[in-house]
């Protein structure tokens, strides 16, 4: 009887798990529907971010990346999940693939500071946010740096200052305050409810 009851509850708790994964991927692409283009770059401003960082948050390091890898190969799948309604194996290999591929690491990021974090130090919370952010622009605008010296033929320390000024100068207000949105949801009363 014991081991029945070990056996539902951990039923429970992985289909509670896969649809946490399941909703977060979900709100990752809504929010790449709001997209707005910017003419001087191929990176356009979505919300995507806000719901990889909150992932990381509430969901913790595993959850969160499993999340935002559920969003990813949906999207490679075809699926037109990613920002301006598009989908498939191309979008990762154009500019805007190394953001993408930066979503999973991100989450993962956020979610291990997170949990390591002492309770009374919430300035952590919004630090870990930072961070998240960070590792999606490194990743996302080397790949840019790449994806210009193949596609523009630029020298390589071209590419480099042109992936920084068209792929993290533009962001780094907005994306703070989607650090700072998404450690605010987190420290308040969201996350108890969440974790009960």
Not at 4 to 13: D, F, H, M, V
Not at 23 to 32: D, E, I, P, V
């Amino acid at each position: 009887m014991q081991a029945r009851s070990k056996t539902l509850s951990a039923k429970r708790g992985l289909l509670e798990s896969l649809g946490l994964i399941a909703l977060f991927a979900a709100l990752t692409a809504l929010g790449a529907r709001v997209t707005i283009p910017l003419p001087f770059t191929p990176v356009p401003i979505t919300l995507q971010v806000l719901f990889v960082l909150l992932s990381g948050f509430l969901l913790g390091s595993r959850l969160g990346m499993l999340s935002q890898m559920g969003y990813v190969t949906a999207g490679l799948m075809g699926m037109p999940i990613f920002a301006a309604g598009r989908g498939g194996p191309l979008v990762l290999l154009g500019p805007t693939g190394g953001y993408l591929m930066g979503f999973p690491v991100a989450a993962f990021v956020v979610g291990f500071i997170s949990e390591r974090r002492s309770k009374a130090a919430k300035w952590v919370t919004f630090g870990a946010a930072l961070v998240g952010v960070a590792t999606i622009y490194l990743l996302g605008a080397t790949w840019l740096g790449l994806w210009l010296n193949t596609a523009k033929h630029l020298p390589p320390s071209a590419c480099l200052l042109q992936a920084w000024q068209k792929g993290v100068l533009p962001f780094i207000a907005v994306d703070t305050a989607k650090a700072l949105i998404a450690a605010t949801v987190v420290e308040g009363d969201l996350k108890r409810r969440f974790n009960r």
